[in-house]
Each structure stands twice: as structure tokens, then as C-alpha cells.
Nanobody, 115 residues
Framework: QVQFVESGGGLVQPGESLRLSCTASGSISSIYDMGWYRQAPGKQRELLAR????????YYLDSKKGRFTISRDNAKNTVYLQMNSLKPEDTAVYYC????????WGQGTQVTVSS
């Protein structure tokens, strides 16, 4: 069973950056696509970005605008999300999971963007 542990969130001001990390307790294995998702208050969880086994990246929603970068280090069982030029509307709990996602989710990491 794979468990995901997200970290790196926090309270930042608009325009600042954060780098989120996600470590899997079991092997994320290079054959699986991995994704970063977020859930804003009162909204459904949504896919932000995913990275394939071949390191091809796809971006969805607002992350298409070039502010977010997903990467992975299979040797460390870790997936990253670099977020730049953060906006108040990026405030959410951020999660990682496979793509398509497994049923069990981690606790996520809270990102709050506020002046």
C-alpha cells in the first residue's frame, strides 16, 4: 500500500514562491504517472499537473500559465511542485497521488497566499 506525505506548504505573500514535496511510503515506481492536485475551500479537488514515467509534463487549469513546475526523483520516491508568483486564489490544500489517483489520499499540505 502506498501512502503519500506532502510537505512544504505555508503562509506566503502574493508573488512569493513555494516548493512542495511529496514522498511516497511505498515505491512510486517509475512506471506510474504522478500528479499534484489541490482543493480550495468549498471546491472539489482538481488536478493541477502530472508527470509521466518518461518525464513528460502536463499542466491543467491555472497551472497552464507557466507558474507551476512538476518534477520527480524516482530514486527518492519524491515528486515536487515548484510554484512561483503565487496568488491569493492559489490558497488550497495541495495533494499528490498517482494518475489516475489511488483511493487513499495523504493529509495534504496547506498553502495560504495572503498579504
Amino acid at each position: 500500500q502506498v501512502q503519500f506525505v506532502e510537505s512544504g506548504g505555508g503562509l506566503v505573500q502574493p508573488g512569493e514562491s513555494l516548493r512542495l514535496s511529496c514522498t511516497a511510503s511505498g515505491s512510486i515506481s517509475s512506471i506510474y504517472d504522478m500528479g499534484w492536485y489541490r482543493q480550495a475551500p468549498g471546491k472539489q479537488r482538481e488536478l493541477l499537473a502530472r508527470i509521466t514515467s518518461g518525464l513528460t509534463t502536463y499542466y491543467y487549469l491555472d497551472s497552464k500559465k507557466g507558474r507551476f513546475t512538476i518534477s520527480r526523483d524516482n530514486a527518492k520516491n519524491t515528486v515536487y511542485l515548484q510554484m512561483n508568483s503565487l496568488k491569493p486564489e492559489d490558497t488550497a490544500v495541495y495533494y499528490c497521488n498517482r494518475w489516475p489517483p489511488l483511493p487513499d489520499w495523504g493529509q495534504g499540505t496547506q498553502v495560504t497566499v495572503s498579504s
